[in-house]
């Protein structure tokens, strides 16, 4: 996709929580950086520094950790209209505790943090956006940790297939069992009881 398209999709995402003048949306889109990746590239790797928060133009990423074991443990999955980045890594500059691999050939966007200051400063109504995009990811990760608590296995699965469909026809299974805490064995077995009712 050419950079006008890609600005063009991030604008119309923009737009849905703010308005913004002519000249408001030239500065923004000249803070961004394009930036492609392949399948099984990575936007951020654990003990680098995680120096944007990336806009998903095109393509799927999963966010994950690595336990002592070698387990990999799968944080969140991101697709089009999406941010993603390693927060904390971002905002302060310390190495990155996760990674972020696409999943298949992806398009971002990228706003590092000195030009999020600067959008914060010159077009103060970037905070009211951001401000709503932490928010909501901060409600998907609290009502994905209740989930875990309170409800069955097949519930967890069910309820991602519902809230997430787009998502569940794109990641491999295995990565969809690692964010429900799974198995992929068992995620089958449920995948099996489900098609049988």
């Known amino acids: ?21 002519q000249e408001e949306q030239q500065l923004f889109t000249s ?17 680098d520094i995680c120096r944007y928060e990336s806009f998903i133009v095109s393509g799927c990423l999963r966010s ?17 209209d999406w941010w993603i980045s390693d927060f904390g890594s971002f905002l302060h500059h310390t190495p990155s505790q996760t990674n972020i691999e696409a999943l298949e050939p992806v398009e971002t966007l990228q706003l590092d943090l000195a030009s999020l200051e600067r959008l ?21 990760q609290n009502e994905r940790i209740l989930s875990g608590i309170s409800r069955t296995a097949m519930e967890r ?13 794109r990641v ?3 990565h969809l069992a690692s964010y429900l805490g799974m198995t992929p064995v068992f995620m089958s077995q449920l995948r099996k009881k489900r098609m049988e009712r």
């Open 31 to 47: 803070l961004l950086k394009p930036r492609k990746l392949l399948r099984r590239q990575f936007l951020v790797q654990a003990g």
């Open 157 to 169: 699965y069910e309820a991602f297939l519902k809230r997430y469909p787009a998502i569940a026809a």
């Open 64 to 80: 994950y950790i690595t336990d002592a074991d070698g387990q990999e443990h799968v944080l969140h999955f991101a697709i089009e």
């Open 120 to 140: 914060y400063r010159e077009i103060p109504a970037f905070e009211r956006f951001f401000r709503i995009l932490h928010q909501n990811a901060y409600l998907a």
């Open 172 to 174: 491999p299974q295995k």
């Open 1 to 21: 996709m050419d950079t006008a398209r890609m600005f063009d999709k991030i604008l119309a995402h923009v737009a849905k929580h703010i308005s913004l003048t």
